[in-house]
């Protein structure tokens, strides 16, 4: 599978103004991608104003990746706000070439910012079963909290998108190889590059990893599309030489 990573910087607020540089970006992609990866929030950064950016499951955004991936015959996956029933949801959402949709809804709200006081947390993980990879998205504060993410369910790629500040880079790089580690799956951590309106600065970092930890893309720092090929026979290889996962403790996650 074949994926494309876009780290961008992202404008305030502005969801037209973000499509149209994803657009301009996507359309730049001349070689056939299976997967396009969007950051967390790429159509308004990461903000705590939901009622001025919000979309409903119908709305243009939506609309605009289902083109999209028709028009790429690519899955294309990002998160967005989305209101729904009353309420503000940090949603993944993950498009798949046939205009399929499913979604996730942020399951870790970042107190820091006080996001738990304007969205919504999510309560349910979501596997994506995609040309015979299956795939767990998810957002961002997430990455911090591995009983969430434990590879349960014989997963192959576990995916962040993110806005994580260069203030705390660090966390991200470490946390992002240990889930791929302990999890022996691909992980890929998908950032953005710029400054918000809250003066927080974005280096980026945006990366893949492989099942044993090594990186298959190292952490990017520059404004770009980023390619990866991922191979499922090097993962189940990987995984009958050394079945650590057998050995995983058995619990359940409380809501």
């Not at 029933?85 to 070439?97: A, E, H």
């Not at 930890?213 to 090097?234: A, C, M, S, V």
Request: with cysteine.
């Amino acid at each position: 599978m074949k994926i494309a990573l876009i780290q961008s910087s992202l404008v305030w607020e502005n969801p037209k103004a973000n499509r149209n540089n994803f657009e301009e970006k996507i359309n730049a992609i001349s070689e056939k991608v299976d997967l396009i990866v969007l950051p967390e929030m790429f159509t308004s950064g990461f903000t705590m104003n939901p009622k001025d950016v919000c979309e409903a499951m119908d709305g243009e955004t939506v609309l605009w990746l289902k083109l999209i991936a028709k028009a790429k015959k690519s899955a294309i996956t990002g998160s967005l706000i989305i209101k729904e029933n009353n309420n503000y949801y940090n949603r993944l959402v993950f498009v798949f070439p046939s205009g399929e949709i499913q979604f996730y809804d942020k399951r870790h709200l970042f107190t820091l910012a006080g996001e738990e006081k304007v969205y919504t947390s999510g309560i349910k993980k979501l596997i994506i079963d995609y040309l015979g990879f299956k795939i767990c998205p998810l957002i961002c504060y997430d990455l911090r909290f591995p009983v969430f993410s434990r590879n349960t369910e014989e997963y192959d790629v576990l995916l962040y998108v993110a806005n994580w500040p260069k203030v705390r880079i660090n966390a991200w790089d470490a946390l992002l190889k240990a889930r791929a580690i302990e999890n022996i799956s691909y992980t890929i951590g998908v950032n953005r590059v710029g400054i918000d309106n809250n003066k927080l600065e974005y280096n980026g970092h945006s990366q893949i990893i492989d099942f044993s930890g090594n990186y298959l893309l190292e952490p990017q720092e520059n404004d770009g599309i980023y390619y990866t090929i991922l191979h499922k026979n090097d993962l189940l290889d990987f995984r009958e030489k050394f079945g650590f996962l057998n050995d995983r403790d058995s619990f359940t996650v409380s809501d």
